[in-house]
């Protein structure tokens, strides 16, 4: 079993910033995929972003490319998300996942989830 548990979210302007962070407790932290999700209102839930713990490749959704950044904490068993350069259509409740598969990037491929956090970006 793998608990993790967000934080960070909240509300901000447009073109603010946010830092969502993830930490993770259970089992073998290391050998996982972390990934980021979020679930805007009347959407299906989407892929955000994603990073490999045995050598930190990352992967991103297109729509957050250059504004987003996914990194890890090893020692502190965390995932972080870096939101920059926020815009309305980034709001969402975003939620963090881990992977036993090192290509995760699909919903059903995430095998454990958190509660997720609301973060709300206001024109």
């Known amino acids: 079993q793998v608990h993790l548990v967000e934080s960070g979210g909240g509300l901000v302007q447009a073109g603010g910033s946010l830092r969502l962070s993830c930490v993770a407790s259970?089992?073998?932290?290391?050998?996982?995929?972390m990934g980021w999700f979020r679930q805007a209102p009347g959407k299906e839930r989407e892929f955000v972003a994603r990073?490999?713990?045995?050598?930190?490749?990352?992967a991103y959704t297109d729509s957050v490319k250059g504004r987003f950044t996914i990194s890890r904490d090893n020692a502190k068993n965390t995932v972080h998300l870096q939101m920059n350069s926020l815009r309305p259509e980034d709001t969402a409740v975003y939620y963090c996942?881990?992977?036993?598969?090192?290509?995760?990037?699909?919903?059903?491929?995430?095998?454990?989830w958190g509660q997720g956090i609301q973060v709300t970006v206001s024109s």
């Open positions: 259970g089992r073998t932290f290391n050998s996982y995929v």
């Open positions: 996942a881990s992977s036993i598969l090192d290509y995760a990037l699909l919903e059903r491929e995430y095998d454990y």
């Open positions: 990073i490999r713990w045995s050598d930190s490749k990352t």
